[in-house]
């Protein structure tokens, strides 16, 4: 358990991901080199690798129950990596110095249009991470109840989304689908098809 990185640099820096080389020492004692993608910028990151600067929870995951339907809420978006839609749960980057309630709370309006009512699990303290193999990105996955009608009144220009709310029944015949879907709404469907949340 030696390893560490010793030294950062800018490969490509943009408003909201960046790309970093990382040299580190391997557990042989040979200098390796790492591409890490990262909402951060070079600053933020090389003060948390290095100076012992706290690490920032980047975004909220937001697995919702519609109230009065009892329905999960889901959203089905144009996600250009992969050139076509997907379905997920909503989610979106924290703002600066953002708590993670207020976080919720306007993604959930911005993507749904629905109302937060009440957040009954979140893993805030405890950081979850995207895919530590290529980035440091880390998410607050937030357990909530939700109420009112869905519509698109909040959408960002750049976000071509549809929010859907779904039964279980709806949730098992989703997972029995070929239809894609990222793999944290895979979880999500899979335990609320089982009656779990």
Not at 9 to 27: D, M
Not at 63 to 71: D, F, N, P, Q, T
Not at 99 to 104: D, G, P, R, S
């Amino acid at each position: 358990m030696g390893s560490k990185l010793k030294k950062l640099t800018i490969l490509a820096e943009t408003k909201f991901l960046s790309l970093y080389n990382g040299e580190y020492i391997n557990k042989a004692g040979n200098l390796k080199s790492w591409i890490i993608a990262s909402r951060k910028n070079f600053k933020t990151l090389n003060e948390q690798f290095f100076d012992g600067r706290k690490e920032k929870v980047d975004a909220v995951l937001i697995a919702a129950i519609h109230k009065s339907s009892e329905k999960l809420v889901l959203v089905r978006q144009f996600r250009v990596p992969i050139n076509d839609y997907i379905y997920e749960i909503p989610a979106g980057l924290i703002d600066g110095d953002e708590e993670i309630t207020a976080a919720v709370k306007r993604e959930l309006k911005e993507e749904t249009g629905l109302e937060l009512l009440e957040i009954f699990n979140e893993s805030g303290r405890q950081k979850v991470y995207m895919s530590p193999g290529m980035t440091d990105e880390s998410v607050a996955f937030v357990f909530c109840t939700c109420e009112g009608t869905v519509n698109k009144d909040n959408l960002e220009e750049d976000e071509d989304l549809e929010c859907i709310l779904v039964s279980r029944e709806e949730a098992r015949e989703l997972l029995n689908s070929d239809t894609k879907m990222d793999m944290k709404v895979f979880l999500i469907l899979k335990s609320f098809a089982q009656g779990n949340i």
